[in-house]
């Protein structure tokens, strides 16, 4: 194993970035940035053990200092939305940024995680290399109380495995709920859309929402609706069926969050497969719920090669607690993170090829 680093542009308050390449002995790679410890592509093989990138990104610190669609970011403090960005804690009541279309809280606000320089370890390793990325949210940053202490560690072994590990402590009460938004498409990240990719999910509710996908505070069986992947479902035939789903309409297409079976054990969430490149992606998690969004409203130009990321062109597979949940207290585990505690969750996203 061998990690390598090159520049990689300017902050947009000047600060240097650097990249971080992590290469197994198969060539396999996985890209990270300490802008916003950000995600920047995974180079794994198809059946024939042709290499490409399978994660749509940039490649200008440009890009990614400017709009990006949260392609490979890290999130945080709150992966997902708040309704109205307001929740109480202890008796106090807190406002957060209404930067989703001005009306709700999404992502950790106007200037999440992803916006932030992070401070990258890297460590080199027979069989597996990691970049730890360090990160203090100080006590009122996006109006979240207390001094949040976050770690992300990103390892990459020689079984294509991508190993993201989330460390954090607080100083006072405070929400934590830190989540990966790359966007994956298993036949390469200029392939178009993944309508033609199979999507097993292990669930069988998942949390309804409003118009503005705030979760209505219930759950929904997925039997026979386009939301059921708990036997497998192309994507391009669960959004030819859209129509017949109401719960898919305000996304226009699937930005949904999924209540696992196994709760907080740690096991699989999610499968996916791409039969023409024969290539499998499988999410394990100890987190109780996964997001499926299929980049519903999409239009990026320069991507990675002059690509254009349209919509459809990626699905994200974001491990989190439920959506809203300060709000949602029957909602499985909890986001408050207490002094004394430590939150510490860990996703893989495992990486193979069939036939």
Partial sequence: ???????????????????????N??????????????????????????????ALGFDSMAK???????????????????GKGRFTLDGVDYQLALNDHGKNHLHGGNKGFAWRMWTATPTEGKHRDSVAFHYLSPDGEENYPG???????????????????YQATTDKPTLCNLTNHTYFNLAGHDHGTVRDHEVLIEADVITPVDDELIPLGSYMPVVGTPLDFSDGLLIGD????????????????????????????????????????GRVMEVI?????????????????????????????????ETQHCPDDPNNPQFPGTTVLRPGEKYDTTTIYAFRVDG
């Fill in 285 to 317: 998690t100890d987190q109780p719920a996964v997001q499926l969004y299929t980049a519903c409203t999409a239009n990026y130009d320069g991507g990675k090669g002059g690509a254009h990321y349209g919509q459809y062109s990626g699905l994200c597979l």
């Fill in 64 to 82: 990614y200092g400017a709009g990006h669609g949260s392609m490979g970011d890290t999130v945080g403090r709150y992966g997902n939305r708040i």
């Fill in 1 to 23: 194993m061998a990690i390598t680093t090159k520049p990689f542009g300017t902050a947009p308050d000047g600060q240097p970035v650097t990249m971080y390449t992590m290469t």
């Fill in 147 to 165: 001094n949040l202490d976050v770690t992300v560690t990103y390892t990459w072994d020689e079984d294509d495995n991508l190993i993201i590990r």
């Fill in 238 to 277: 669960g959004l030819d069926s859209m129509e017949a789903c109401s719960q898919m309409g305000p996304a226009h297409g699937y930005d949904h969050n999924f209540v696992l079976r196994k709760g907080e054990a740690m096991g699989l969430a999610a499968w996916v497969y791409h039969e023409e490149s």
């Fill in 25 to 54: 002995e198969n060539g396999s790679s996985v890209s990270v940035i300490d802008y916003g410890a950000i995600l920047t592509s995974i180079i794994v093989p198809d059946k024939d053990g042709n290499l490409a990138d399978v």
